[in-house]
């Protein structure tokens, strides 16, 4: 991090880019985690943090996966393996596909390898463009290209293998596709606030209409006097 403690207004150089290539994504490590790379053809490769060496700030970096053709880096996990929560990872296709797998299905390789199958890509699922480790304390926001964005309760996915298709998490129209998907804090649903909310309004409707009732009531006897006084 000292590499990057004097910052300026047009940022600083983290990692000289090759031509052809681009900058996916970028974590903060406590040089005790495991990485998981995943790839948009559904593969992913776990390793040590510590099987990459600290280099410059503007070096071009060491190979992490090794790709096979026409495939390409989709996203990083950072696994913190020395904390007590043991956290899954999910992984996610563009047509709608996703999957909850444990961690410990994801076996240690040394860095560079071809990894492991993550998701079982088919024509069905679409090209996996998601990879994030997840608890039941995290919902999934998922935003399609049309707009449209739907959330998940992670705690209602429960853990597949592997090697496997995944489940539907949403149904997509036409030529529609998932542009994004994040994690975000788990929160409780509102229904028992709605619905006290509802029964409060009923209350007060009830109390409202009582009122009318006694004021239309009292206006009847008020006239039927005053029919009374004329006659």
């Known amino acids: 991090m000292r590499e990057y403690s004097r910052p300026r207004s047009n940022g600083v150089n983290a990692i000289t880019v090759r031509e052809g290539d681009e900058l996916v994504t970028a974590a903060l490590t406590n040089g005790q985690c495991e990485i998981i790379l995943g790839s948009k053809k559904g593969y992913a490769t776990r390793f040590n943090e510590k099987g990459v060496r600290a280099i410059g700030r503007t ?75 997840v608890s039941d304390a995290n919902d999934l926001m998922i935003i399609n290209k049309s707009g449209l964005t739907i959330r998940i309760g992670l705690n209602t996915l429960r853990t597949m293998g592997r ?34 909310d509802g029964e409060n309004a009923e209350s007060t409707d009830e109390k409202s209409a009582e009122n009318l009732t006694e004021e239309n009531k009292s206006e009847d006897n008020s006239t039927e006097n005053n029919n009374i006084e004329e006659q």
Do not use: P, W
């Open 59 to 133: 070096g071009s970096g060491v190979r992490g996966i090794n790709l096979r053709d026409e495939d390409e880096l989709i996203g990083m996990v950072c696994a913190d393996t020395t904390t007590e929560l043991q956290e899954d990872i999910m992984v996610v296709s563009e047509n709608g596909y996703g999957k909850r797998s444990a961690l410990e299905d994801y076996r240690i390789t040394s860095r560079g390898g071809k990894g492991v199958i993550s998701l079982n890509v088919t024509e069905k699922t679409g090209n996996m463009i998601a990879i994030q480790s």
């Open 163 to 196: 090697n496997t298709q995944g489940v539907s998490l949403i149904k997509l129209k036409g030529d529609d596709a998932i542009a994004a998907v994040s994690k975000i804090d788990h929160e409780e649903d509102e229904v028992g606030e709605n619905e006290s």
